[in-house]
């Protein structure tokens, strides 16, 4: 008896060394697939600093990402009062509530308008891991994306006149500027979208499977670890790659057209180049595509598998890879919503 319970115990020991060692594998197989972990501590710091530096924010004002600066830049956000009708804001179209997002197929802006390009709203979180921002990728930084909206008139409508005139007639406002970033700071349209591109920056969202890149084999599921090595196995990896599994520019409908190619009339860039969708809280952010056509992320992955790589992804391996994408679901940050500083007789009022 005691010499099989030895037996037995040695068993179980091997069983678990294998299953480790080839737990080990999938996560050196993930990284030599080009997947990244999140950055933690003073890393993920830095990485964020480096990033709103790269914004160039308006001339003489460094921004060193504090804490004045960050809670600043998360009120602009909140604030529909930069809007022409004093109705929507950053947070309308990117609900930190919803996964960064707005749940519906097409962004919805002033006057209820939607976006004239069909056009989905992405997430704003993790965003700073993206190398390029809009479906378009015209934008390189989070300061220059944050103007887009703004002006735009099916958007927010705002012109950036109108937007800094709200913002200075606002006492609180003026002297928060001042507090973020010096007394002799000019509250210009670049500082405040670039103040609310600090915000945003900050906006990251760690899962289970970064601690699994970074060599903890216990916290991704059996399942979950098969889900990543199918979606590995499948060439995801050729697009959904880097920190964020996505925001690099590439080459869409490469095999053949997208399903749903003529709703809406976006061809992405001059050369037909479309920013890759984050699967970060890929759970959370449904629909899909850039002009949301797929509610279900399993019709999404058996689409991308036809148009992209050429091949016929079953329904057993999409379900797979969604258990898999059930991992990418992130500890949110903290957010508090904020109280606005009131209006002045000064100003502007809304329009509509």
Request: neutral net charge; glycine residues 8%.
């Amino acid at each position: 008896m005691k010499k099989l319970t030895i037996l037995g115990s040695i068993a179980a020991f091997l069983t678990i060394n294998a299953f480790g060692a080839s737990n080990q594998e999938l996560i050196q197989k993930a990284k030599d697939s080009g997947l990244e972990p999140i950055p933690t501590g003073k890393a993920l710091k830095e990485y964020q600093l480096k990033k709103a530096q790269e914004t160039d924010l308006a001339t003489g004002y460094n921004p060193k990402m504090t804490d004045t600066q960050i809670e600043l830049g998360k009120k602009l956000y909140f604030d529909p009062r930069l809007s022409k009708s004093n109705l929507i804001s950053c947070n309308t179209c990117h609900n930190l509530a919803l996964g960064g997002v707005d749940v519906v197929p097409v962004a919805i802006g002033e006057k209820w308008q939607a976006n004239p390009h069909g056009l989905n709203s992405p997430t704003v979180f993790n965003s700073v891991f993206n190398t390029v921002q809009f479906w378009d990728g015209r934008a390189k930084h989070l300061g220059d994306q944050a103007q887009g909206p703004i002006q735009n008139p099916v958007e927010m409508g705002a012109s950036s006149k109108l937007v800094v005139d709200k913002i200075t007639s606002i006492p609180e406002y003026v002297d928060e500027f001042k507090k973020a970033f010096g007394n002799k700071v000019k509250i210009d349209f670049k500082l405040i979208a670039d103040t609310i591109a600090i915000f945003e920056e900050t906006l990251v969202t760690p899962s289970r499977y970064d601690d699994f890149l970074r060599g903890n084999p216990k916290a991704l599921s059996k399942d979950e670890q098969e889900g990543l090595n199918v979606f590995i196995d499948k060439g995801c990896t050729a697009c959904h790659n880097g920190i964020n599994l996505g925001g690099t520019m590439q080459p869409f409908g490469v095999v053949k057209p997208y399903k749903f190619a003529n709703i809406g009339d976006f061809k992405g860039d001059a050369n037909g180049m479309v920013k890759v969708p984050t699967l970060r809280n890929i759970a959370e952010t449904m629909p899909y595509f850039h002009n949301g056509q797929f509610w279900d992320v399993k019709d999404a992955i058996k689409e991308m598998g036809a148009i992209q790589l050429g091949i016929q992804i079953t329904d057993a391996e999409a379900k797979k890879i969604q258990t898999f994408f059930d991992s990418l679901t992130g500890t949110k940050p903290q957010i508090i919503y904020p109280i606005l500083p009131p209006v002045t007789d000064k100003t502007p009022k809304p329009s509509f």
